[in-house]
């Protein structure tokens, strides 16, 4: 077992505080439940329900939405590393239930207001075998469910060590699951055969067999999407699916023993396992969450469940966190070509500039993260930068982050840093989990923005700690994959959490035209949107870019968003608002194909739309051209939108 440093006490405080709603949200008393009623919880438009059940000496638990069958009985328990499973011959003890009503407002998100109402039981239970206390709390919201536990009592002493988790997920009969690891493809499968491919560099520390990380997207055959993720990881390992050992279970929850990664970078690489961890008297598990829609698309709408449950910020004031888009100052550095950048960043409205790799060093050797390379005038660039309102970011590798941290954020912070990207950061055990949680807190505590960057998988830590604003933990468009790919992950990895798909614009290695590229701005949602990523100015310069207006105007924080279309893998149209103005991106598959976009969201009034759209079809689709043109609309327009084979659409609507 490897024990993390952290205090574990203030873990359990946090969890205390996630039960405590905040804001304009509100919460009846919890009321005592009769034992021998049904165990079960209904969202607050009573089409969800989710319903526990501790009879036949097994704890399980099964999800109905509008009377169908989501998740058939599932078990429910913690195996501990003595071979004990906590849920199967419980006693329940006792069972209070909430509602919790109201809404809170995100520092960023993909609406202005977050709902928190839901009604939730936390049903009390004792092993007799082991004396241990638990309980299992579980949620139904309108936009989905979700289930997690807490440790009461550990007899003998303030904790338990654990070796696994039985939460399982039995979807129902015909439903396909699109799943990925180590930042690869999505692979389509039964839940029984899902087995997603694995990176080719994978270690040998590393998490084998047939196993998905999170999310996971399920389509039934009534079309109808599910979305199975986890909120709230806070001093746990994170999670993974595999099939259960008896199929007739479904999918099953692994926690990892190793970090995240696909490579040996950034340290060694062989690193131990962690087959085991400590789970402390009044910590609560992660949850494990299902966000429920009418279908795929539907689930874009509903993103906002998983940093819901996530516990509240407890960092206090963060007025200064400040979403944005960003443009990296690429090697060779100097200090020349570096205010070059920032004078294009001026020009294209851009809210950061950063500093990748080697601005310090080689990374992963010993050099000190507070000392630029020979020759760049680091703090002249930072304060030309900052004169012109653009925020610094500086690459960090993870070894001086644990090195030298407070060193790091000292210094940075007296030079006017905005923010810190760390790079190969380990995300999977345990202590990994601890480490990642005291970064970016620490960051927080010196008022720096924090982008992760490697196999991580979101969370909600970024309602925990505001000033995460970035991660990547996908396979992004610095790998040039596939539209199909691109037109995946808008129903799968984007569901749950930022996504720094660092945009490639005009890249002669793009498998898509540019009008494609310039939708990711609307349909992918990261508070920080790294553009123009393969790029320097000179690339833009001496003829006019009057494409590149959308970049310039489109925000990485919105009010409100609508899911206009999508079939997973085939195409996606979503549409985002930002104060007055609205945002549309459609993206398609390598099939061309026309996507009706009837208008109603718009509201009263007149509008003006410029429209960014794939002009005649070129030899190789980065080579299609955009064509711009400028069309009034109400709210009873229906557009029609032409998309060329691996292209896209983008449209900015603004009132007249």
């Known amino acids: 077992m490897i024990r993390s440093p952290v205090d574990r006490r203030r873990f359990v405080l946090l969890a205390a505080a996630a039960t405590a709603p905040l804001g304009a949200a509100s919460a009846a008393l919890a009321k005592p439940t009769e034992t021998s009623a049904p165990l079960r919880v209904v969202s607050p438009d009573g089409r969800v329900r989710l319903e526990l059940d501790t009879r036949q000496g097994q704890l399980s638990w099964s999800v109905a939405r509008d009377g169908r069958g989501v998740l058939r009985p599932s078990r429910l328990g913690l195996d501990l590393a003595d071979g004990a499973r906590l849920g199967a011959g419980a006693t329940v003890v006792s069972a209070t239930r909430r509602r919790l009503t109201g809404t809170w407002t995100p520092t960023f998100g993909v609406k202005a207001t977050y709902s928190q109402a839901c009604e939730e039981i936390t049903v009390d239970l004792r092993d007799p075998r082991t004396g241990i206390a638990f309980a299992v709390v579980a949620r139904a919201y309108d936009a989905g469910c979700a289930v997690r536990y807490v440790l009461r009592q550990a007899p003998g002493g303030q904790s338990v060590t654990v070796g696994g988790e039985a939460t399982t997920f039995n979807l129902p009969a015909g439903v396909e699951v699109y799943s990925s690891r180590d930042e690869g493809e999505y692979q389509r499968s039964t839940p029984a055969a899902l087995a997603p491919v694995v990176h080719p560099d994978l270690t040998g520390s590393s998490d084998v067999g047939p196993l998905a990380d999170l999310p996971v997207t399920a389509v039934a055959a009534d079309g109808s999407g599910v979305l199975i993720a986890e909120s709230d990881r806070l001093h746990y390992p994170r999670a993974m699916l595999r099939p259960a050992a008896d199929p007739a279970e479904g999918l099953t929850v692994h926690l990892m023993h190793y970090p995240g990664r696909a490579t040996g970078w950034s340290g060694p690489g062989d690193t131990p396992p962690a087959p085991t961890f400590r789970l402390d008297v009044g910590q609560t598990t992660p949850w494990r969450v299902l966000i429920l829609a009418d279908t795929v698309a539907g689930l874009i709408e509903r993103a906002d469940l998983i940093p819901t449950l996530a516990t509240p910020n407890i960092l206090g004031d963060v007025s200064w966190v400040k979403p944005g888009r960003a443009v990296r100052i690429r090697k060779p550095y100097s200090t020349e070509a570096a205010l070059k950048v920032v004078a294009f960043a001026a020009a294209r409205k851009l809210d950061y500039v950063e500093f990748d790799a080697h601005w310090y060093g080689d990374g992963t050797d010993p050099g000190d993260a507070t000392v630029p390379i020979a020759g760049l005038d680091l703090q002249r660039i930072i304060d030309t930068a900052r004169a012109q309102g653009i925020g610094m970011i500086l690459y960090v590798d993870r070894v001086p982050a644990m090195r030298q941290r407070d060193a790091i954020l000292d210094t940075y912070r007296r030079w006017g840093v905005a923010g810190i990207k760390f790079g190969f950061v380990w995300e999977g055990r345990q202590a990994d989990n601890d480490f990642i949680f005291d970064l970016v807190k620490a960051c927080g505590e010196h008022r720096l923005l924090v982008n992760l960057h490697d196999n991580l998988r979101p969370a909600g830590l970024e309602r925990t700690l505001p000033n995460y604003v970035a991660l990547e933990g996908v396979r992004g468009n610095e790998q040039f994959p596939t539209a199909r790919h691109n037109v995946t992950l808008p129903f799968t990895r984007a569901v749950a959490g930022p996504i720094d798909y660092t945009i490639c614009y005009a890249n002669p290695k793009n498998q898509t035209t540019n009008g494609h590229q310039l939708a990711m701005a609307a349909v992918y949602y990261n508070p920080l949107t790294f553009l123009y990523w393969y790029d320097t100015p000179d690339k833009y310069a001496g003829r006019a870019w009057p494409d590149l207006r959308w970049f310039d105007e489109c925000p990485t924080t919105w009010d ?39 208008l109603g969201f718009l509201g009263r009034g007149r509008w003006m739309a410029t429209v960014f759209a794939d002009g005649p079809a070129a030899a190789k689709a980065f080579e299609t051209p955009v064509v711009i043109r400028k069309v009034p609309v109400t709210a009873a327009t229906v557009l029609s939108l032409a998309l060329a084979p691996s292209g896209g659409q983008a449209i900015l609507f603004e009132p007249v």
């Open 560 to 598: 409100e968003t609508r899911a206009l279309s999508g079939a997973i893998g085939e195409h996606v149209m979503v549409a985002r608002r930002h104060g007055k103005r609205w945002f549309l991106g459609a993206m398609t598959n390598e099939s061309p194909r026309v996507l009706k976009a009837s």
